[in-house]
């Protein structure tokens, strides 16, 4: 017996965004945020936080632009420096004799430091602040190439895990048209005449030209999910949660009356009542057809598929399939963020690895394409759709039949 411990069917209404893009004709892109792993969307581990950047202008004009930024914030970085150096250094070796003579220990020496160098500090209050005005603007040249360089970075790491260019920006645009990104950071560079500008707003104004010459900008703009999309993304239950909406939403359309029965990131064990039930983690549960989707989303899905990387893939695999036996399951189908012809590749693998396996189970494996994705969603609620009405056209029959015969009964009693 298979019991239903947990699911994830509440949070399906935070993915409804991409369900709507679903089922449009130009706004499918959308849904390759669900192929793309949270851990990719990372801009730094300490933030944990899921980000998109989305780059205008051709990169490569500015390199030189960029490399002559830099030598002026050096340069002005100079001058700025050693003023303050000849100013403080003699002060702070003075500080520093007096501690040394006194015979105390590290910890109260720190404090005698601290406490001799603060007044000197405090004396110089105007050439810090000055330092700090004129430091804040020679150092903003080395800041503004510094974030569009990280950003810029950042985004060919995510291209080069899953999606080509196009499809990415593509992406970009049509999340945030459907508000499930907002922007939060902006850099411009101007390739011709190095003029620059720095933007933290969740709502930037965005000019196309250059105020000072009129050339087309250079620009990386940072975004971030919406905070109800982007712990899911984190989890990496979006796709499943997709999916399971997705489905429930077309069965309904096309089976009305069909009570269809989907859990999306559920937790279900194989026996009730023992104190030893083996839990089982299913991406999205389809008991009524004995079967579940799995979504495995790597983050590195364009690697070579090599013969190290085909071993782990196929053996964490079969360590899934082993699970789905234990359940009885008798279908299974894994939906991945691989190549087709990497996917190809697996699927046979996989095959060859089960081949010999007591039970049996039918799978397949389909790599990152949308509309493939859809498509093969649209098939698998036109399957379950008709065998909810044929069930419920047999069932009318049974009852008409039944009605009939009752009738035929009473007006031959009648009629004796």
Not at 303 to 330: D, V
Not at 341 to 363: C, H, R
Request: hydrophobic share 40%; net charge negative.
């Amino acid at each position: 017996m298979v019991r239903i411990e947990k699911d994830s069917s509440e949070l399906e209404p935070e993915v409804r965004p991409l369900t709507d893009a679903a089922h449009t004709q130009q706004w499918k892109s959308a849904l390759n945020i669900l192929f793309l792993n949270g851990s990719v969307l990372q801009f730094s581990e300490e933030m944990g936080i899921p980000c998109l950047v989305t780059s205008t202008g051709p990169v490569e004009r500015i390199d030189r632009i960029m490399d002559l930024l830099l030598g002026k914030a050096t340069t002005n970085l100079y001058p700025l420096i050693v003023p303050l150096a000849r100013h403080f250094i003699p002060k702070v070796l003075l500080v520093l004799k007096r501690t040394e003579i006194t015979e105390v220990d590290e910890e109260r020496r720190v404090a005698i430091f601290v406490a001799g160098i603060l007044p000197e500090l405090e004396k110089s209050r105007r050439l810090l602040m000055k330092a700090v005005v004129d430091g804040a603007f020679t150092i903003s040249e080395m800041i503004a190439v510094g974030i569009f360089k990280s950003l810029n970075d950042f985004r060919n790491s995510q291209i080069h895990a899953a999606l080509d260019e196009g499809d990415y920006e593509e992406m970009v645009e049509a999340l945030q048209r459907l508000e499930v990104i907002q922007p939060r950071l902006q850099v411009s560079i101007c390739p011709k005449c190095a003029n620059f500008t720095v933007t933290i707003s969740n709502c930037p104004s965005i000019t196309e030209s250059c105020p000072k010459c009129g050339e087309g900008w250079v620009s990386e703009m940072l975004y971030t999910l919406k905070p109800s999309f982007d712990n899911l993304k984190m989890k990496n239950i979006d796709l499943p949660l997709f999916i399971s909406s997705y489905l429930r939403y077309i069965v309904s359309v096309k089976a009305p009356l069909a009570d269809f029965q989907i859990y999306p990131s559920a937790s279900v064990t194989t026996d009730q009542d023992s104190t030893s039930a083996k839990r089982v983690e299913l991406d999205v549960y389809l008991p009524q057809f004995n079967g579940c989707i799995e979504c495995k989303v790597y983050e590195d899905a364009f690697a070579p598929m090599t013969m190290n990387r085909m071993s782990s893939i196929t053996g964490r695999l079969i360590q899934k399939i082993e699970s789905y036996l234990a359940l009885g399951l008798e279908n299974v189908y894994f939906v991945t963020n691989l190549p087709d012809s990497s996917a190809d590749k697996v699927q046979t693998a996989l095959q060859n690895a089960i081949a010999n396996k007591e039970g049996s189970i039918e799978f397949g494996i389909s790599g990152v394409n949308v509309d493939s994705l859809l498509k093969w969603l649209n098939e698998i609620s036109s399957s379950i759709s008709d065998r909810f009405n044929s069930d419920l056209e047999l069932r009318f029959k049974e009852a008409m039949s039944e009605e009939s015969l009752s009738k035929n009964s009473q007006n031959l009693k009648l009629s004796q």
